[in-house]
């Protein structure tokens, strides 16, 4: 086993071919003797492979999924293994689960067909109570690039945006975009999913669905406004490469909604331009209208104080996003803090060096004092590659001025003697630029250029001449004696553009070298033949000139020239031949062109301006590819301009409920078995011991508050009968509603609701009540107990929507009233709203869940979703509502509920059995699930007079809960007896 493991990681490292060579390879392997047993032992090996993923046991397929990954870790092609791969996807142990999903993320776009056929076991994992196994197969499903499983992915993708678990949350964030990619008729359906979980408050999720924005609907800043705030104080929490996204998205956004902060300093330079003497009151007067000082909006603030702290983060990409939203969106006088930082990732990897470097090369054009006082930071090493070398030279040229130059300059004199010839040539150039943007240092430097025309290295003395050539074009008249210089020193000159350069000037300036030129002339002519085309076009250049000012000297020398030129092999020089020669040479084919001979060859040349590189790379978003290559790469989103009136801020005010005192607050309480908020969650001993704490602390109470409520009996009576008015008036609308209204019903309500709230009015009225109600109630208290429960469900039924669409109807049972509890209700008069109080939910989502496919059911396909409606069967149940869909071209008969196989404690109410279903035709039915305050399924058998099916009803944890209202001080009291929600509150 350990030579075959050896020979495999042998060969892994030997095969860098194609697929195709590799399999010819193995083949010859397997018919030749012994040549070639290295490429036998990896075939035995991929043999060994396969037999370990067909085994019964999981520690051998668990092992050789390792090594199937560890073999795509280190670039090897294992997709041959795909199909004893794909077999294990429905193992159920969990470790083995994960590998194969990462092997399948990797070959599910190559090999669609056999992942398609796996597309059932997906769909059952994306249910699965592991978190991790539920994201890799949204993972696994969203790369299966085929369009005909474009529904089942936008379903599952729909389902995981609203899964629990934040990382699966995340994940289908990720597989928006690869939807996208697949079908881009999907976006606005993209865009809601995105849209929602923009609301999502989970660091986890907030990186990858604002990079599904970015990728599905950048333009969209509408989706941003409300969720502007909750990204800038997530930021810091979030993971990092998400940091890097949301940063970017924010910089675009800032220079959409918010105004230019550079007009302070607009606005400074503005008053430091007028005059001494003048004042606000005489520029008034001329008409010249006083500038409103510059006030930065709080929103733009706060992008700019969450993002600072991230200057100190360890990913250097990070660190770069802050800086380039600094320097796009900050008041300039802000963006020197990223400095200290940008400098700090100098000392990272090179090629975070180099993309760095980039970045401060183009921020220095515009300000040199950014980085002024980390010039040291920049000097080069002799360990760094010629590239990051250089856009040092470049950073430091940029920041040269009057009072660091001759640091500068001395820095260059030592790069000049480098080994490194592209990076010797940059210096020089280095130094040219410094001469030209610095008037005081051009005459040492072309000093120090001449000086360089004596070195050893051709290459050197090349670049020094091209230098010196752009030099002395800006002032020539002051410099003849080095055009001299360097006529004598053509001879020893080699390099050919360094030869161009010096017959140009020569030919340029040849009326302030008139003794010189035309020898120079005779030199070249003699070696015409062996010159390269760039100096054979420079030296017919020179003749030309020559021959126009100087006709007597050059004229034979000129037609020599032209002469052997004519028959040049190189077909440019053979045409600038008879060009120049129908421009100087007179005849009666030349026409009138000939005149301007001398306007045309000797007109004044504008000298070059010696420019950064990297001048006009600020078009660009700074840390972007597009700035890094200096071209608009493909997806590039220009960075927007300032808008010129300051945007509604308040688009990006999010409506935040307070509590106030004695107002209705809506709280959620479970459909559960115990009516009671404060249902057991210590041991009975805690329980008990809780209770006589809170009895004996009540006792105290009570006897604080006797006497402050005798004084206040007449202002609770007033108080009273307003807060009756209003609940009046409050079930009076809710009735309205209501599509089934009866007169008993609204009875039964009323007495509920006086009934609830008398135990907490009880106290109050004692001082304002006669003795005998006080006594009358005493004695019906535990009757009004007993009714409690059946009174609460009548109640229940006033929020009844229309069960129009079910169909089977039902009829509503009628309330029915002690008489001995109506006599004690009639007593009791309310002091404050009831405790628990029964509404309509606020909104009902019209999404629905697959219950079975019409594939799988044979042509029967069944949906269900939550209405939100109580229940008609029994209040501890959730109402569910099953639309049944017959897709088939039969009629389906006897649909009904069969064997049930439901967690201990669940009960369920079937529905009515449905004879017949034609085809085409669609039926909703409603039934009854109690999940025991649980999320657990209620799995059970959907069966037809052929066939039974196996569904199962997944609860959303919402929909477990009971829409009620109750007063702040109920709901406190409430709270209290809850020790872990109480705890949860306080926390939150």
């Known amino acids: 086993m350990a030579s075959n493991s050896l020979s495999y990681n042998d060969q892994g490292d030997r095969a860098l071919g194609s697929e195709s060579t590799e399999l010819g390879q193995e083949a010859t392997a397997m018919t030749s003797g012994g ?107 969203s790369s299966i690039r085929v369009s005909i499983i474009v529904p089942i992915m936008m379903l599952s993708i729909k389902e995981a945006a609203s899964d629990l678990s934040p990382y699966v949350r995340k994940t289908a964030a990720h597989a928006i975009q690869k939807l996208y990619s697949l079908d881009a008729e999907q976006k606005e359906p993209l865009v809601e999913i995105i849209e929602k979980l923009l609301k999502d408050k989970s660091t986890l999720v907030a990186g990858s669905v604002v990079m599904s924005f970015e990728e599905v609907c950048p333009e969209r800043i509408d989706l941003i406004h409300k969720n502007y705030r909750k990204l800038c104080n997530l930021l810091v929490d979030v993971e990092e490469w998400g940091q890097v996204v949301i940063i970017n998205m924010l910089t675009r956004y800032a220079r959409t909604q918010f105004l230019s902060p550079w007009k302070e300093e607009e606005l400074l330079d503005g008053n430091n331009e007028k005059t001494f003497y003048d004042s606000d009151e005489d520029q008034n007067k001329n008409g010249v209208a006083a500038k409103q000082p510059y006030v ?86 002799s360990t760094d590659p010629t590239q990051i070398k250089i856009l040092k030279l470049e950073i430091l040229t940029n920041l040269a001025s009057e009072t660091n130059i001759s640091i500068v300059l001395r820095e260059f004199q030592t790069y000049v003697k480098s080994q490194d010839k592209q990076f010797a040539a940059a210096a020089i150039q280095a130094i040219g630029r410094c001469a030209t943007n610095i008037s005081e240092v051009t005459d040492t430097c072309l000093n120090g250029l001449v000086y360089l025309l004596s070195n050893r290295d051709e290459n050197v003395v090349a670049e020094s001449v091209v230098v010196i050539k752009k030099l002395l074009q ?108 129908q421009l100087i040479v007179p005849n009666e084919k030349s026409g009138a062109l000939s005149k301007y001979a001398k306007k045309i060859f000797l007109v004044q040349k504008p000298a070059p301006i010696l420019e950064s590189p990297f001048k006009d790379r600020d078009r660009f978003q700074l840390s972007t590819l597009s700035h890094t290559l200096n071209t608009k790469a493909s997806g590039y989103l220009e960075l927007p301009d300032w808008p010129q009136t300051a945007p509604d ?29 404060g249902g057991k969650f210590y041991s009975d001993s805690e329980e008990k011991e809780e209770s006589s704490k809170s009895s004996e602390s009540s006792s105290e109470s009570d006897s604080k508050n006797e006497d402050s409520s005798s004084s206040s009996s007449e202002e609770s009576s007033d108080s009273e009968s307003e807060k009756e008015k209003k609940d009046s008036e409050n079930s009076d609308s809710e009735n309205n509603q ?235 009291k409430e709270q209290a007896c809850l020790c872990a929600f109480h705890y949860f509150c306080n926390d939150s």
């Open 35 to 141: 040549g070639f047993r290295l490429f036998s032992a990896d075939y035995k090996k991929n043999e060994d492979l396969h037999q370990m993923l067909e085994s019964n046991k999981d520690s051998l397929k668990l092992e050789a999924m390792k090594r199937i990954v560890g073999m795509i870790a280190k670039g090897k092609n294992a997709s041959e293994l795909f199909p004893a791969v794909v077999k294990n996807v429905a193992s159920k142990n969990i470790e083995l689960k994960k590998l194969v999903y990462v092997y399948l993320v990797r070959y599910a776009e190559e090999q669609q067909d056999l992942a398609l056929l796996s597309i059932s076991t997906f769909q059952r994992a994306l249910k699965d109570p592991n978190q991790l196994i539920r994201a890799s197969a949204l993972r696994v499903l």
């Open 296 to 381: 930065m909006d709080p929103d733009h603030r706060l992008l700019l104080r969450n993002t600072k702290p991230l200057l100190q983060s360890r990913n250097a990409a990070v660190v770069m996003g802050v800086a380039q939203l600094y320097w796009h969106v900050a008041p300039k006088s802000e963006v020197n803090i990223v400095a200290k930082s940008l400098v700090r990732l100098l000392r990272s990897h090179r090629e975070v060096q180099y993309i760095v470097l980039q970045n401060i090369a183009t921020m220095t054009i515009q300000r040199k004092g950014m980085f002024g006082p980390y010039l040291k930071s920049f000097y080069v090493r």
């Open 474 to 581: 800006t002032q020539p008249s002051q410099h003849s004696e080095i055009i001299k210089h360097m006529a004598k020193l053509l001879s020893n000159i080699t390099v050919s553009m360094a030869r161009a350069s010096i017959l140009w000037l020569i030919g340029e300036y040849c009326e302030r070298v008139p003794k010189i030129a035309p020898d120079v002339l005779r030199k070249v002519a003699k070696n015409f033949t062996n010159e390269e085309e760039i100096v054979k076009l420079q030296i017919l250049n020179l003749g030309a000139k020559l021959y126009l000012t100087n006709p007597k000297q050059t004229k034979l020398l000129m037609q020599y020239i032209l002469n052997v030129a004519k028959y040049d092999q190189n077909y440019d020089i053979r045409d600038r031949t008879r060009f120049i020669k």
């Open 649 to 677: 801020p308040s688009v990006r005010n999010v409506e935040v409920i307070q509590p106030v005192e004695e107002q209705l607050m809506p709280v959620g309480k479970l459909k559960g078995k115990k009516d009671n908020l």
């Open 738 to 972: 209501a599509k089934t209204k009866s007169k008993k019903l609204d009875s039964a309500s009323s007495s509920e609701s006086e009934e609830s709230s008398s135990e907490d009015s009880s106290e109050s009225e004692s001082n304002s009540e006669p003795d005998s109600t006080v006594k009358q109630k005493k004695e019906g208290k535990s009757a009004v107990s007993v009714a409690k429960a059946a009174v609460k469900q009548e109640v229940s039924l006033l929020d009844l929507l229309d069960f129009s669409d079910v169909s089977t109807p039902v009829a509503l049972p009628k309330p029915v009233m002690a008489s001995r509890l109506a006599t004690d209700l009639e007593g009791l008069s309310l002091s404050s709203t009831a405790v628990i109080d029964v509404t309509t939910p606020v909104f009902v989502p019209a999404k629905s869940y697959s219950l079975l496919h019409r594939m799988s059911g044979k042509g029967l396909g069944a949906e269900y979703h939550f209405p939100r409606q109580p229940c008609i069967y029994n209040t501890q149940m959730v109402s569910v509502q099953i639309t049944l869909t017959n897709s088939s071209e039969k009629e389906i008969r006897n649909i009904q509920i069969g064997e049930r196989k439901l967690a201990s404690g669940m009960q369920m109410h079937d529905f009515y059995e449905i004879e017949c279903l034609e085809p085409g035709a669609s039926k909703t039915v409603s039934m009854g699930i109690d999940f025991c305050d649980s999320t657990q399924a209620a799995n059970f058998q959907l069966c037809t007079f052929n066939d039974h099916f196996s569904v199962s009803v997944q609860p959303p944890v919402g929909e477990l809960l009971l829409p009620v209202t109750t007063s702040e001080k109920d709901f406190r």
